[in-house]
């Protein structure tokens, strides 16, 4: 079982950068894959960008590459999302999501742990 709690979420102007952070509770977090995902408003839930524990690597979906990174910290069960040149179109509530395995992993249904989200709006 794992809790997830996100923050860092706020007003920015465009342009601007936030980080996020979602810190995690529960043993063995570094085993777990993790994601960020985001829904705006009248929207279905969108992959921004994940772990794959197979390599190591980072993958994004297509709207932040370039602009978003997923970063964590095993030591402090924690994961990042740094995202920098932030547009309107960015605005959503922003999610933190956990599962077990090693492989990559973009759908929601693939997560059975969420965290409660954090609200990113972006002005123009």
């Known amino acids: 079982q794992v809790q997830l709690v996100e923050s860092g979420g706020g007003l920015v102007q465009a342009g601007g950068s936030l980080r996020l952070s979602c810190a995690a509770s529960g043993k063995f977090f570094s085993m777990y894959a993790v994601a960020w995902f985001r829904q705006a408003p009248e929207k279905e839930r969108e992959f921004v960008a994940g772990f794959s524990r197979l390599d190591g690597r980072s993958y994004s979906g297509d709207s932040v590459k370039g602009r978003f990174t997923i970063s964590r910290d095993n030591a402090k069960n924690t994961v990042y999302l740094q995202m920098n040149s932030l547009q309107p179109e960015d605005t959503a509530v922003y999610y933190c999501?956990?599962?077990?395995?090693?492989?990559?992993?973009?759908?929601?249904?693939?997560?059975?742990?969420w965290g409660q989200g954090t609200q990113v709006t972006v002005s123009s």
């Open positions: 999501a956990a599962r077990s395995g090693s492989g990559t992993y973009d759908r929601t249904s693939d997560y059975p742990y």
